[in-house]
């Protein structure tokens, strides 16, 4: 079936202005996860949903970062008033049950330009 | 503090020669650890895992916990090993802690 899917694939946008990202997980995933990864750098955790418990958003670097899932489906990734340190590219991961035995399933990443 | 250090960015071997990618990490309790490999153009996918003890493309990683390392091995270098090798840690039930990642060139 379809993998982990994420739109747009590209998005270059001014500073200050408001984006959006998306991530349609596997159908049938409860765990998704998105990370940040900038130039030379590692992925860098952000968010975890877990089906309908609360989210752990201990990794949002600021509260200008915000995400949404609806249920176990798709998840939104808002950045308000963007800075060019979020500049990077945005992978999301979606797994069967989210413990550590579960594979991750990465899509194929938002590349995020800050002018 | 946990962290996974990947001292290489970049390795280079020639085909048929031996790979050693290093990773070695911090982490107070039971560490489960991954490799995750990107080929070009591709997406970020699970090579192995720890806990598995298993040998994926010829790949092999012993978790040492003396020297808290987990580094990924293949006896014979292809060219199609080419790509960006990163190391992970699962911190707690599902947080996972990633390298810098190294870039693995296999010459010809």
């Known amino acids: 079936g379809a993998g982990v899917s994420q739109s747009p694939s590209n998005k270059v946008t001014e500073k200050g202005k408001d984006v959006e990202l998306r991530c349609d997980p596997i159908?049938?995933?409860?765990?998704l996860y998105w990370y940040r990864q900038r130039l030379g750098q590692g992925l860098e955790f952000l968010i975890y949903?877990?089906?309908?418990?609360?989210?752990?958003k201990s990794g949002l670097p600021s509260d200008r970062f915000s995400a949404e899932r609806t249920g176990e489906s798709v998840s939104t990734l808002t950045i308000q008033r963007t800075q060019q340190e979020d500049s990077a590219v945005y992978l999301c991961?979606?797994?069967f049950g989210g413990g550590p035995t579960d594979t991750q399933y990465f899509g194929p990443g938002t590349r995020l330009t800050v002018l | 503090a946990q962290r996974v250090t990947q001292p290489e960015k970049l390795l280079s071997v020639f085909k048929g020669a031996p790979v050693e990618l290093k990773c070695n990490y911090s982490?107070?309790?039971?560490?489960?650890l991954f490799w995750y490999v990107q080929y070009s153009r591709q997406r970020l996918q699970l090579l192995l895992r720890?806990?598995s003890r298993e040998s994926i493309k010829g790949f092999t990683a012993d978790l040492n916990k003396g020297e808290t390392s987990f580094h990924l091995k293949k006896p014979f270098a292809q060219e199609e090993d080419s790509a960006m090798y990163y190391c992970?840690?699962?911190?707690?039930?599902?947080?996972?802690?990633f390298g810098t990642g190294t870039r693995l060139k296999v010459l010809a």
């Open positions: 991961a979606s797994s």
């Open positions: 159908s049938g995933h409860t765990a």
């Open positions: 949903f877990q089906g309908n418990s609360a989210p752990d």
């Open positions: 982490y107070s309790g039971s560490p489960e």
């Open positions: 720890h806990i």
């Open positions: 992970a840690l699962a911190s707690g039930t599902y947080k996972y802690i």
